[in-house]
């Protein structure tokens, strides 16, 4: 298990929002490459980012997580807006070890195989789901899928790994929702990170004992650093076995 601190980016800040909603938006940090440092000090093996402003298409992040980049030598895994071969190239030239993709794999799956046969395995498959139900273009559209159909579409074109998150929980601090996390790590039979609703150790604590065996790799948290319900040191050294981590997912 790894535990993947999060940092969301807008207009070049490192905030988060409620249930994916951009008019929630809390700035936490307004220079995200000191919070990327600050996670790397702590233990952080893995940094999960994601361009909100990209995801939307109002703009990117770029230069921002270039900077974070160059300034960790952490395993980047970024999201949001990647939905060209040069998007894809831009991020691999800048070191970008995972990419996260969502719309692009809900609306244009075969794009995504043709970048898979290009740049390798690299590529996440971001399912965000609403009661079930894919979102897309920064969770304000529907895909017409449902989270299963993509996550076995998924794994059969070669993805690597799955961000699971339920949106209703993301941001909510409400706890995980460890059962759809795993019925999508049955039905897919790839790792699968969780994400969305961690509040606390103990949320953690309940994911982890779920594992071995169970399919879930990863738990990206967030809002629960930001707001000190959690220290990241401390999870990081008492629940994330680095003999364990799996960096080809």
């Known amino acids: 298990m790894i535990i993947i601190p999060a940092i969301d980016l807008i207009d070049g800040k490192c905030v988060r929002l409620f249930k994916g909603d951009y008019s929630t938006s809390k700035i936490y940090n307004e220079d995200p490459v000191e919070t990327a440092k600050a996670f790397e000090a702590a233990g952080a093996a893995r940094i999960h980012i994601v361009d909100l402003d990209a995801a939307r298409g ?9 900077k974070i980049r160059r300034s960790v030598s952490a395993v980047i895994e970024t999201g949001g807006g990647i939905r060209t071969t040069d998007d894809v190239q831009e991020l691999v030239d800048c070191g970008i070890d995972r990419m996260i993709a969502g719309t692009v794999l809900a609306r244009e799956p075969e794009k995504v195989a043709t970048w898979i046969a290009r740049f390798g395995s690299k590529f996440i498959a971001g399912i965000d789901a609403l009661n079930g139900d894919v979102k897309v273009s920064g969770w304000e559209k529907g895909s017409g899928l449902s989270d299963s159909e993509l996550a076995k579409a998924s794994a059969a074109m ?44 103990e949320d953690i604590e309940a994911v982890c ?24 040191k401390s999870v990081i050294a ?12």
Do not use: H
């Open 209 to 232: 004992s779920q594992t071995p065996g169970s399919g879930i790799s990863g738990i990206i948290t967030g809002k629960a650093i930001y707001e000190g319900r959690m220290d990241l």
């Open 58 to 66: 109002d703009g990117n992040n770029r230069d921002v997580i270039m």
């Open 158 to 201: 070669g993805i690597i790994s799955i961000v699971y998150t339920n949106i209703a929980k993301d941001g909510t601090l409400s706890g995980p929702d460890l059962e759809n996390t795993l019925r999508i790590a049955r039905e897919s039979g790839i790792p699968v990170i969780l994400s969305g609703g961690i509040s606390c150790a």
């Open 238 to 249: 008492e629940f994330q076995n680095e003999e364990n981590i799996r960096m080809d997912w």
